[in-house]
């Protein structure tokens, strides 16, 4: 005697099991703390850029100089100056009173100063060298047309012993916002 042909299954849950092997399955991706989290690292960023923008850094320029004791004929006492030698391209970002700092000699002993004169002519290195009396290492400070500007360095009475050295000097000349130094930056806003 044969067995009849019925499943062992019950009818309903081969049904089920059929529905469910075609449906598609659905991951779930994210949960709400991640979420949360995205939400935060996006307002983070903002917040960077926005402290990005608001922040300015200094634009200078250097050149290099010398320090001379400058003063009126007859008197015992003068001023000490810096006289710096700039490239002819620098003279539009010069101006008189902008702050300077100025390292003296080997020691880089830094003053503090303004800028007190830019010359608008250019002087040859022949004549900067007879006119300022340069000689040796200083007649080496200027190797092509320059931009003569002065910076007042302070009394003779705190200085004079740096008279005759060799100087570096960083004027500053402007501002620009800390974004502008990314690369493309400047680009992407049209400059």
Request: aromatic share 6%.
């Amino acid at each position: 005697m044969s067995a009849p042909n019925q499943s062992i299954f019950r009818e309903s849950a081969v049904k089920g099991y059929r529905q469910r092997q075609e449906q598609g399955v659905l991951l779930r991706v994210s949960s709400p703390p991640v979420w949360a989290l995205c939400w935060i690292v996006l307002f983070l960023l903002f917040g960077a850029l926005g402290f990005a923008w608001s922040v300015t850094v200094p634009v200078s320029v250097q050149g290099q100089g010398v320090v001379i004791e400058q003063g009126p004929t007859g008197q015992a006492e003068g001023e000490v100056v810096a006289i710096l030698f700039f490239p002819p391209g620098q003279l539009a970002g010069l101006h008189v009173g902008q702050p300077a700092t100025v390292s003296i000699g080997s020691t880089s002993t830094s003053m503090a100063g303004s800028v007190e004169q830019v010359g608008t002519a250019l002087i040859s290195p022949n004549e900067a060298r007879s006119r300022y009396n340069l000689q040796g290492g200083l007649a080496q400070v200027i190797t092509g047309p320059s931009l003569v500007v002065t910076i007042s360095i302070g009394p003779a009475t705190s200085a004079q012993i740096f008279a005759g050295s060799l100087c570096d000097a960083q004027i500053q000349i402007g501002s620009q916002r800390v974004l502008s130094l990314l690369p493309g930056f400047n680009q992407m806003r049209g400059k």
